[in-house]
């Protein structure tokens, strides 16, 4: 079971979340990518990019953020969170 945690952080608060879950046969990063897919549509977000410090941030801890610059339109809290819950 692949479950993705992803968080909306504004002024260090906890704003919204939810737990994306995927036991389909896809490898991780196609799991990954459709979480935050899934996560952005429940939240009404851009999809945002992901930027070299971002992949190797993930990949280091399995939990990253992204900010203002990882997305095209504003937004409207401080950063978007996501981290893999083992």
Do not use: S
């Amino acid at each position: 079971m692949f479950r993705l945690w992803v968080r909306l952080i504004e002024d260090n608060h906890l704003v919204k979340d939810m737990v994306v879950e995927d036991d389909g046969p896809d490898n991780r990063t196609k799991k990954i990518k459709r979480a935050i897919d899934e996560a952005c549509t429940a939240f009404d977000l851009p999809r945002p990019i992901w930027l070299a410090a971002t992949v190797e941030e993930f990949k280091r801890h399995d939990k990253c953020r992204f900010t203002q610059d990882a997305f095209i339109e504003t937004i409207p809290f401080d950063y978007m969170e996501i981290q893999v819950i083992p």
